[in-house]
Each structure stands twice: as C-alpha cells, then as structure tokens.
C-alpha cells in the first residue's frame, strides 16, 4: 500500500466578506473561471503527490459532500469531517488531529488557488528536520502608495505588489506575507491541540509555540498564488481581461490541471 502524504484543506468558514455568493456557497466551492476553488486545490494537491485530504466541514457541509459525490474522478483519499457550523479553526483542527497519516502534513486554507512545487518544499523541510515550514507569497496592496528614493519622491502608485513589509520601529525586523499554508510536524498538533482547541485564534495560540522551539523555517514561493478573500478579489481572477494577469496565470493554470 502506497504511503499516505496529508493534506488538511481548511473549508468551514462562512466567507461573509463575499456577500451574497458567501449566502449561498461555501467560500471553498466559489467558481473561478467555472471550477470551484477546492477543484483546483485538489488537482494541484494530487499533482504535487498529496494522497491524503482531510476537510474539516462546517458551513453548508452538505454542499462541499455533496461536490465531492459528483466529482469522483480526483483519485485521491478524502476524509470529510463534520466539526460545526461556528466552530473556531483550532477546534476544527483538534477535531481532525487523530486523522493525520504522515509525519508531517500540509495545513492550507481551502480559498486560495495555486500552481508551486509543493512536494519540493515538503521534502526540503523534512530534509531540514524542521517543526514548521510557514509559506510566504506575494500579495498586492490596494491602497495609494508614493515611492521614494533618497529621500526623493520617484511615483504615486495603487495595487503595488508586495511580499514582505519593515515594521517600524524595529529596523532589522522585516514581516512577510503569510499565505495561509504551512507544512507541520503532525505530533506537534496531537501534543498541543489542547492548548488550541478552544483558542479563538489558532495561529496567534499554536504558532508562537513552535517559534519559540526555534526551528522554524520561512519558504518564498515560486509560482502563482492567490487568496479570493473578497469579492475584489474575486474578480482579479475570474473577470477576462488581456492586461489582466492574475486572470491569465489562473487561465493557464486551469488548462494545466484539465490535462488530468
């Protein structure tokens, strides 16, 4: 029998800041480009040699089961468990700890697509023997931005594209861009999930805990990633355009997935 590698696809959120698409779907099951988010998630999760999906359910779960039921074409073990429709994250991943088959597993939110080398990554983290692996990806800023160089100003800008940020007033500390995925050592979730499991916020409760072990690794991405937290967001890449590229990487990442 073939190895489990995990993945833990968090999809029970009820994705308010969509509106009315957030009323009627589960975040993980909006269409971009007409194929749901978890659709793309499990293609490129199966691609990078993840067997093993666990999707902790909570928000209109019927509807993500009933995705699963029609798609039956992804060839991979998918354990679907029901945690509660307003249930916090660290309960649902306490819930779902037992249910890890690997080592270490992939933690990732189920509203975000994606095309990196993944299984690279994995490896360079086990290879490393590292607690944690956290992700960081570029992201773009909304809002007005004014370059400066040399104390000159150079541009006024909007929607600057960015991956990291210096905090003030710390001049040698420098914060980047978490993108939601993680690769963890799967003991330190079933050794510590009673410190999180009625945690109101699971990263600020469990991350620290394994920084302060000091064996932490930060991974840049190479590749297309993109967080659809919004309806903005959204639209950046489902909305054609020519000058559009967020729309045309996720365009070719669709033809890339629908060659399997």
Known sequence: MKKLQTAVVLCGGKGTRLGNIGKKLPKTLVKIQGKEILWYILKILKRNNFNHIILPLGYKEKLIRKFLKKNKNFNIKIDCVSTGVNSNIGYRIAKISNKIRSEDFLLLNGDAIFKINI????????DKKKTISFLSGEIIYPYGTIGVIKGQVKDFRRNLIYDALSIRPQKNYVAYNYTGMSIIKSKMIKKLKKIFINSE???????????????????????????????????????????????LKTKNLKKYLLKN
Request: charged share 35%; glycine share 2%; proline share 2%.
């Open 119 to 126: 299984n690279k990554i994995l490896k360079k983290h086990i």
């Open 201 to 247: 916020n699971f990263e600020q409760t469990f991350f620290p805990r394994l920084i302060k072990r000091k064996n932490c690794k930060l991974i840049k991405i190479n590749g297309f990633w993109h967080s659809v937290d919004n309806i903005k967001d959204l639209e950046m890449v489902d909305k054609q355009s020519k000058t559009n590229q967020k729309y």
